[in-house]
């Protein structure tokens, strides 16, 4: 057993990492950490979702169209009035799945967000009102920031939400799981607007929709790895 002070530690020291180096991870310690992220509780041990695993041709076939979605989306989005004419014939670059998460955050989500994202690119040198920097820098989510592995996680739509939660506690046993091996992760909701790249390289079983992707690898020592998000006081969500 680990004490509480190895624990609270080991906890706080995980963070979401952005540039990964190109070492392969083992398809061994691949499963090693789905077996033991399935140790998490689950609603009547349904475990209502499936993981694709994307590696070499595979992932970097998903890649490139991603890219290829993402260079047209954000020509439109950084461009005069022919280019957003160019997206909306042409369509390549329009989400075709959870375009909910396109959408503007509300109230204190969206000061949350913004403080995050004002924060990482302020880091990078990417100056507000910079919009073509950031879209380079949202590109990588595109190429899984360089990692080796992406995971796409599906829910079953029959369970609502729950699956998402299932599915979650799942990924965060996965996360900790890579932690613990020196693994670095990022989830990415960026690449649920695409489903249909993904769908198009695995066999998925009918009723399951994408929910997020997880990019799976080596840390390098780039100095994003180093940006450390805010953490909220008990009493921002704590209810009395
Ligand atoms: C479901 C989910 C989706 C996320 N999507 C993205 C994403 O698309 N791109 C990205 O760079 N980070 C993404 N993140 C990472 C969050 O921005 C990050 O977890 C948060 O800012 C806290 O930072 P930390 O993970 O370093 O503690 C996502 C996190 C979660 C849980």
């Not at 609603?43 to 991603?66: C, L, M, Q, Y």
């Not at 190429?143 to 979650?168: M, N, Q, R």
Request: hydrophobic letters at 40%; glycine letters at 8%; a positive charge.
């Amino acid at each position: 057993m680990i004490t509480k002070e190895q624990w609270v530690e080991f906890a706080a020291s995980r963070r979401s990492t952005r540039d990964f180096t190109n070492k392969p991870v083992d398809n061994a310690i691949i499963d090693e950490l789905i077996t033991d992220a399935l140790t998490a509780p689950s609603w009547s041990n349904t475990r209502p979702f499936v993981v694709a695993v994307a590696t070499g041709e595979k992932r970097d076939r998903i890649a490139a169209e991603f890219l290829r979605r993402w260079d047209a989306l954000s020509a439109a989005r950084t461009g005069g009035p022919l280019a957003k004419l160019k997206l909306l014939i042409t369509r390549v670059g329009l989400p075709t799945s959870n375009r909910m998460i396109t959408r503007p955050y509300q109230g204190v989500f969206k000061t949350r967000s913004q403080k995050v994202g004002r924060e990482l690119y302020s880091m990078l040198g990417v100056e507000r009102g910079d919009a073509k920097g950031r879209d380079a820098q949202w590109r990588k989510n595109y190429d899984f920031f360089g990692a080796p592995v992406e995971l796409f996680i599906f829910t079953h739509k029959s369970i609502g939400k729950y699956a998402a939660s299932d599915a979650s506690l799942f990924m965060q046993n996965l996360i900790l799981g890579a932690h613990a091996r020196g693994l670095g992760t990022c989830a990415q909701g960026a690449v649920a607007i695409w489903e249909d790249a993904v769908k198009a390289e695995f066999d998925v079983p009918a009723g399951y929709q994408l929910l997020y992707g997880v990019a799976l690898g080596y840390p390098s020592d780039a100095k994003v790895n180093t940006f450390k998000a805010e953490r909220l006081p008990v009493s921002d969500i704590k209810l009395s």
